[in-house]
Nanobody
Framework: QVQLVESGGGLVQLGGSLGLSCVAS????????MRWYRQPPGKERELVATISVGGSTDYVESVKDRFTISRDNDKNTLYLQMSSLKSEDTAVYYC???????WGQGTQVTVSS
């Protein structure tokens, strides 16, 4: 059974940092590009970051130089390190394995002033 489970969300102050994790089971992430998405309140889900099988990364412009996506294939885990958080980063964050059609349940990140 393919499953993605995110963790690490919470309440963080403006300008703070937070790290998210996504543990995969039922498949090996080493063979797949992986993504982080987010859905702000009242808005559509948007792609935040992608990491390829080879480790190359891509980010939406609004998070460049603030967020870092990474992967640990041995731990079958995807990460998103977020820093210099802004109020507009408040959202539910989801990890995704697009070729597996797999989504996590999401983890809430709230940036407070």
């Amino acid at each position: 059974q393919v499953q993605l489970v995110e963790s690490g969300g919470g309440l963080v102050q403006l300008g703070g940092s937070l790290g998210l994790s996504c543990v995969a089971s039922g498949f090996a992430i080493r063979g797949y590009n992986m993504r982080w998405y987010r859905q702000p309140p009242g808005k559509e889900r948007e792609l935040v970051a992608t990491i390829s099988v080879g480790g190359s990364t891509d980010y939406v412009e609004s998070v460049k130089d603030r967020f870092t996506i990474s992967r640990d294939n041995d731990k079958n885990t995807l990460y998103l390190q977020m820093s210099s958080l802004k109020s507009e980063d408040t959202a539910v964050y989801y990890c995704n394995a697009p070729r597996r059609g797999a989504w996590g349940q999401g983890t809430q990140v709230t940036v407070s002033s």
